[in-house]
């Protein structure tokens, strides 16, 4: 007995059981809860996709046990009842009345396939005995449930399932558990989309065996046998395609979770497939929708048609212009340097910069409006003039550190005031991740896609005074056209939305952002080819509106201020350096931070204190923290982390660095 057991164990060691098929499985890209969002075919050209016990309905299992393996539970790989009973009917009747197989030998023989043959046999029920010793009942079933050939490249229950009956096989009634138990015995023959009368009859003996050992009940047996059985194949899952492969790229063989949510990334699928039939031109659509509090991407639809033309362009992540869509981030920093206020007066007239221009959509000036009109109604002169103050270069460099990647025009260093008006090129994935930090009160973080990936740490670009401003004046921009006002369920959203239109009416934007979602719509052509007169407000805007109707129901309307939002009736009730805004503001002298420097790293103690100082500038400097006041020029800082400091002079100059503290114990 020593020897023998000695043996089987050196022999076990020498010969371990072949698992790479078993471990060359589908790549399978799921959504937020494990829901089958596309799958890719194996090396090999099968659908194979990972199955396990508690893949499957309890039926199913019943039903496999008492067809192929009652003692399953009990034996050791081997049934020795089983091959006795099988073996006397061979000697009485002259010809192999039923097989000995149990599942554990089935496991063995789809890892391992051979031509059948006693040798074969023995051989595989000495792996099934060497299954047996190294894994649990539960793993060996594993193996079949993924192996078990159904039919043309269909390997498992949970890819015929898919295939035949368009769900999972937790999902599955009796009548279909019983089609996928009689498959794998003659998989050819009893295909059900080609031979539909030989599956027919292959799964009533299932449903005979099952009832005749109790699997099921008499009620199960009659509906399940006046079930039909299917006629065709269906199609496997294939939401988020363009996202999907480029996931299934980086991670091969594997179970890549995501953040996507497979109900919101079909609604909005078929929102854009229903919306493109309504484009006067068949033009393509892209939409990504962000959850604001985790910084998912809940929906990713890179266009209507995924095999038609330029369908395989992941317009999610195309760079295009952006037109007027990312002006709310340049008013943002403006507000976040208190150089102005959402009721300052701007000036809207003709003023050249340079030697460029700029004029407003309609060729027309407004004269001194007040910034937040400036904003809703999208005036170029007042946004280039604000970008001015700003600087384009600091603009540049908080797009950067927001986790977006701006592509510049051939020859441009960054310095171009043109930025205000789309001279730049931004990806609807990144204008998601851009707006969804103002919507969480100016923390920046790229959306996340993986959900086994740690989230990026989010980065304070913004105080949440700032932030809330440009919410507070989008959330009255004005309608598309079509929208006397939005249903009382849009109204308790408190939509902020803004949209943008390219030269040449190449691209329309529109991106819409509450307290819970951010959602971006980008209407064009994959070429480029203009669309005259499509522009954001009417060909993107709805789509937003109506994704947003789409989305889990929340309530905006009591969420309080920050205590640092100034509120004004008017600009005349703002400091003077609030108060106006003009082409002829003279910025030479204004204050320059001397301590810290920017990117500085500062190691201070708990309660460690720092002093501040700036040189230049005109009477009292004012300093903020994140664009919160500080009372003088010592900051303590509450924690670790970045920091954003600014100092503001009477005459409405500015300046501002980012600084990193780490808090030692």
């Given at each position: 007995m020593a020897l023998t057991a000695t043996s089987a164990l050196v022999l076990d060691r020498l010969f371990p059981p072949d698992l790479s098929r078993y471990r060359m499985r589908s790549t399978e890209i799921v959504d937020a809860n494990g829901r089958l969002l596309r799958a890719f075919l194996t090396a090999d050209g099968k659908w194979r996709l990972r199955t396990t016990v508690d893949d499957v309905d309890p039926v199913y299992l019943a039903l496999l046990k008492a067809y192929e393996d009652r003692r399953f539970d009990e034996h050791w790989g081997v049934d020795p009842i089983a091959m006795v009973r099988a073996a006397g009917q061979w000697i009485g009747r002259g010809h192999i009345v039923s097989g000995a197989s149990t599942l554990s030998m089935q496991a063995a023989r789809l890892l391992e396939p051979r031509r059948r043959s006693l040798l074969a046999k023995a051989i595989q029920s000495a792996r099934a005995l060497q299954l047996e010793w190294r894994y649990s009942k539960r793993e060996i079933l594993a193996i079949y449930l993924t192996l078990a050939p159904m039919g043309g490249n269909l390997e498992g229950v949970r890819a015929a399932s898919f295939a035949y009956f368009g769900k999972e096989p937790r999902q599955l009634i009796a009548a279909q558990a019983a089609l996928l138990v009689a498959l794998p015995q003659s998989p050819e023959r009893r295909r059900p989309d080609r031979a539909p009368n030989s599956a027919h009859l292959g799964r009533n003996r299932v449903l005979v065996r099952g009832l005749e050992h109790g699997a099921i009940d008499r009620a199960s047996f009659e509906r399940a046998e006046s079930e039909a059985v299917p006629d065709r194949r269906l199609a496997l899952p294939m939401a988020a395609p363009h996202l999907a492969a480029r996931l299934a790229a980086s991670s091969p063989g594997t179970v890549v979770p995501t953040t996507l949510r497979f109900d919101l990334q079909e609604t909005f699928a078929r929102l854009v497939r229903e919306e493109r039939h309504q484009t006067p031109d068949d033009a393509d659509i892209a939409l990504v929708a962000v959850d604001n509090r985790t910084g998912g991407v809940v929906a990713w639809v890179s266009g209507a048609n995924y095999f038609?033309?330029?369908?395989?362009?992941?317009?999610?992540?195309?760079?295009?212009?952006?037109?007027?869509?990312?002006?709310?981030?340049?008013?943002?920093?403006?507000?976040?340097?208190?150089?102005?206020?959402?009721?300052?007066?701007?000036?809207?007239?003709?003023?050249?910069?340079?030697?460029?221009?700029?004029?407003?959509?309609?060729?027309?000036?407004?004269?001194?409006?007040?910034?937040?009109?400036?904003?809703?109604?999208?005036?170029?002169?007042?946004?280039?003039?604000?970008?001015?103050?700003?600087?384009?270069?600091?603009?540049?460099?908080?797009?950067?550190?927001?986790?977006?990647?701006?592509?510049?025009?051939?020859?441009?260093?960054?310095?171009?005031?043109?930025?205000?008006?789309?001279?730049?090129?931004?990806?609807?994935?990144?204008?998601?991740?851009?707006?969804?930090?103002?919507?969480?009160?100016?923390?920046?973080?790229?959306?996340?896609?993986?959900?086994?990936?740690?989230?990026?740490?989010?980065?304070?670009?913004?105080?949440?005074?700032?932030?809330?401003?440009?919410?507070?004046?989008?959330?009255?921009?004005?309608?598309?056209?079509?929208?006397?006002?939005?249903?009382?369920?849009?109204?308790?959203?408190?939509?902020?939305?803004?949209?943008?239109?390219?030269?040449?009416?190449?691209?329309?934007?529109?991106?819409?952002?509450?307290?819970?979602?951010?959602?971006?719509?980008?209407?064009?052509?994959?070429?480029?080819?203009?669309?005259?007169?499509?522009?954001?407000?009417?060909?993107?805007?709805?789509?937003?509106?109506?994704?947003?109707?789409?989305?889990?129901?929340?309530?905006?309307?009591?969420?309080?201020?920050?205590?640092?939002?100034?509120?004004?009736?008017?600009?005349?009730?703002?400091?003077?350096?609030?108060?106006?805004?003009?082409?002829?503001?003279?910025?030479?002298?204004?204050?320059?931070?001397?301590?810290?420097?920017?990117?500085?790293?500062?190691?201070?103690?708990?309660?460690?204190?720092?002093?501040?100082?700036?040189?230049?500038?005109?009477?009292?400097?004012?300093?903020?923290?994140?664009?919160?006041?500080?009372?003088?020029?010592?900051?303590?800082?509450?924690?670790?982390?970045?920091?954003?400091?600014?100092?503001?002079?009477?005459?409405?100059?500015?300046?501002?660095?980012?600084?990193?503290?780490?808090?030692?114990?």
């Open positions: 038609g033309r330029a369908g395989q362009v992941d317009l999610v992540r195309a760079h295009r212009s952006p037109g007027s869509a990312l002006k709310p981030l340049i008013y943002a920093l403006a507000f976040d340097d208190r150089r102005l206020h959402p009721e300052s007066l701007i000036e809207d007239v003709p003023v050249r910069f340079k030697a460029w221009q700029p004029r407003n959509f309609d060729h027309g000036h407004m004269g001194a409006v007040t910034v937040r009109r400036a904003l809703q109604q999208s005036l170029n002169v007042p946004a280039v003039l604000a970008l001015e103050r700003v600087g384009p270069e600091r603009f540049l460099a908080t797009l950067r550190a927001a986790g977006a990647n701006p592509i510049l025009p051939r020859g441009d260093p960054g310095d171009s005031l043109g930025m205000a008006l789309g001279s730049l090129a931004i990806s609807p994935l990144e204008m998601a991740g851009l707006y969804s930090g103002l919507a969480n009160g100016g923390l920046f973080a790229p959306p996340r896609v993986r959900r086994d990936a740690p989230p990026a740490a989010p980065v304070r670009l913004l105080g949440p005074a700032a932030a809330w401003y440009v919410a507070d004046i989008l959330v009255d921009a004005p309608l598309p056209d079509g929208f006397a006002s939005l249903p009382v369920a849009l109204r308790e959203r408190r939509i902020a939305y803004k949209t943008g239109t390219s030269a040449g009416f190449r691209d329309a934007w529109a991106v819409g952002f509450t307290a819970n979602w951010t959602v971006v719509v980008w209407v064009g052509h994959a070429d480029g080819t203009t669309r005259p007169g499509q522009i954001g407000r009417l060909a993107a805007l709805p789509i937003v509106l109506k994704a947003f109707d789409r989305l889990p129901a929340e309530d905006n309307r009591a969420i309080p201020p920050p205590d640092d939002v100034l509120r004004v009736a008017s600009w005349h009730d703002l400091p003077p350096r609030l108060q106006r805004l003009g082409p002829t503001a003279d910025m030479a002298g204004g204050p320059r931070i001397a301590y810290p420097p920017a990117g500085a790293r500062l190691e201070l103690h708990v309660h460690e204190a720092v002093s501040l100082s700036a040189h230049g500038g005109d009477g009292r400097l004012r300093w903020l923290i994140d664009g919160r006041p500080l009372d003088g020029a010592t900051w303590t800082p509450d924690g670790s982390g970045q920091a954003r400091i600014a100092v503001v002079d009477q005459a409405g100059r500015s300046s501002a660095v980012t600084v990193q503290v780490l808090r030692r114990p």
